[in-house]
């Protein structure tokens, strides 16, 4: 008697948890198909707000700027990362403790001093706002992240195999780009992935290195924000959940089919 | 590579030794004025505020993160993954997406008041955004999951015959509860705490867009610097002292946890 009740309890106050979670999303995506300009009442269904969205110039420049950053950014830091990773796994080598350490700095200190302090460097280095400086930012900051789960995939990366490549005659070149990176290549595509909605999500530091013409998707959804609020933002906001989300849970798929 | 990152942070720490110029620039002497400057009653109070918001973020995610936690780690293992997907999947999305979702239900024409209006409950409108509690409330939804997964990962480790043993051995549940399981998901509860206290005091676009303009904690203290004030030295000066703050919290937390796995828990 006691045990039902309390798991009822237990089934209750997971739902408001639940509830509390997803309560403001859901209201988000379904305004964004209400006629009225209020996010209030209900009037009728429609996707004006989507096709205005797509007449909005700003919007297209921002999402087209988001996308260019994300992916050279995902590129870079997939590749920097892997290496990284890599090296890691294989080789020691002193300080190896303390790049160790180093690494997930960026993880562990707050993102407005990593965005601040990289606005600092810029403005000293004279390198204008703009893609580059936004780019460069966010190979920064995805690198950490692409280590981590790589190596997590290395962790159970037979070493003989790569040994056996070698005394077959591969070079370690070729032992790299034929054995190490097709076994561990699940976990890079993850990486890759993670870093692309990090990249895509990011606002803080963005915030700091974007320049005037290179806003991306979520600085001009937070220029809007402090405007007002429109059924156009929530139908830009719901279409980044879509696209993050996609992409997030194929991610997710693939780091989990390795167990 | 780590250039990549340790380079601006060291650049920050010089800055924040200069003197502001007249054009917002930085020029010499060198001078600690920058960190004097700071404890003035009204930043070391933007300080203070900070640190208080952050600790009640943390306090009420732990208090409504922990039983969730318990919940998830304890239903059958056939739902547990599903369960632990559903707390993620809101946490992939962009944090200011989900500032703004709050925005919608509580300005004043927002969802809340208009369904309240007109189901009659209240006859003009609650002022339910630009204060502190609604500040509290974004910070509380952002940084829930960060605090929701460690402590599952801490709970969902405890081996039950322990509880079995202590409530065998006569203790009630509130007794085993205090004194088995909260000490043994401790781990769990220092990390999440970590977690969500450190970003808190950093978020400066939650306070700017739901608490109005009435809260400026240190995030937007150092942004306005910054961008508005154009005052660098001290900009990085408050930057190094959130930094700084930082650091101690995550080398205490080093620290105790290093402690704990030695000795005997109490």
């Known amino acids: 008697m006691r045990h039902s009740l309390g798991s009822k309890l237990s089934v209750f106050y997971a739902s408001l948890i639940y509830l509390f979670l997803y309560m403001p999303i859901a209201i988000l995506i379904l305004y964004s198909f209400n006629q009225s300009k209020l996010n209030a009442v209900w009037t009728g269904f429609t996707f004006d707000w989507y096709f205005k969205l797509m007449q909005n110039s700003d919007v297209l420049e921002a999402m087209k700027t988001s996308l260019i950053v994300a992916l050279i950014s995902t590129i870079a830091a997939t590749m920097i990362g892997t290496l990284a990773a890599v090296g890691m796994y294989r080789y020691h080598f002193r300080g190896k403790t303390a790049l160790d350490a180093m690494l997930y700095l960026p993880i562990v200190i707050p993102e407005i001093v990593m965005g601040i302090s990289m606005l600092a460097l810029f403005a000293q280095l004279k390198v204008p706002l703009g893609y580059m400086t936004l780019i460069a930012a966010h190979i920064t900051f995805s690198v950490p992240f692409v280590v981590v789960v790589v190596r997590a995939r290395l962790a159970g990366f037979d070493k003989s195999i790569e040994e056996a490549a070698m005394d077959l005659g591969a070079t370690p070149w070729q032992t790299f780009v034929k054995v190490t990176i097709p076994v561990i290549a699940p976990g890079i595509l993850a990486a890759a992935m993670l870093a692309f909605t990090l990249s895509l999500d990011d606002v803080i530091i963005s915030f700091f290195v974007a320049g005037p013409a290179s806003a991306t998707l979520p600085l001009k959804i937070f220029s809007m924000v402090k405007f007002g609020v429109t059924p156009e933002i929530n139908a830009l906001s719901t279409l980044m959940l879509v696209v993050t989300l996609v992409i997030v849970i194929f991610a997710e798929r693939l780091r989990m089919r390795k167990q | ?266």
């Open chain 2, 1 to 266: 590579m780590v250039a990549l990152f340790l380079l601006p942070l060291l650049l920050i720490l010089g800055v924040s030794f200069f003197s502001r110029s007249t054009f917002g620039g930085i020029e010499m002497p060198l001078t600690l004025e920058n960190y004097v400057r700071f404890i003035d009653p009204l930043y070391i109070k933007i300080l203070w505020i900070s640190c208080v918001l952050a600790f009640f973020t943390t306090a009420i995610c732990l208090v409504l993160g922990y039983p969730f936690a318990y919940i998830i780690a304890r239903s059958p293992a056939s739902y547990r993954n599903i369960l632990l997907l559903l707390i993620i999947v809101p946490f992939w999305t962009n944090s200011l997406i989900r500032t703004y979702a709050w925005i919608v239900l509580l300005r004043t024409e927002g969802v809340i008041n208009t369904l309240l209006q007109q189901m009659g409950i209240i006859s003009q409108p609650l002022s339910l955004l630009y204060n502190e509690t609604a500040v509290l409330i974004g910070l509380v939804y952002t940084m829930l999951p960060f605090m929701i997964l460690p402590l599952y990962a801490s709970i969902e480790k405890l081996d039950r015959s322990l509880l079995e043993a202590s409530s065998d051995l006569g203790a009630k549940p509130l007794q085993t509860f205090w004194k088995v399981t909260l000490p043994l998901t401790a781990p769990g509860i220092m990390a999440g705490s970590l977690l969500v206290f450190i970003p808190s005091l950093g978020l400066f676009f939650i306070p700017d867009l739901m608490g109005g303009s009435k809260t400026v904690l240190i995030g937007n203290l150092i942004k306005n610097q910054f961008l508005t004030a154009r005052d660098w030295p001290f900009g990085s000066a408050s930057s190094i002292i959130l930094m700084a703050l930082t650091l101690l919290f995550i080398t205490a937390y080093i620290l105790i946890s290093k402690d704990k796995s030695g000795k005997e828990l109490m």
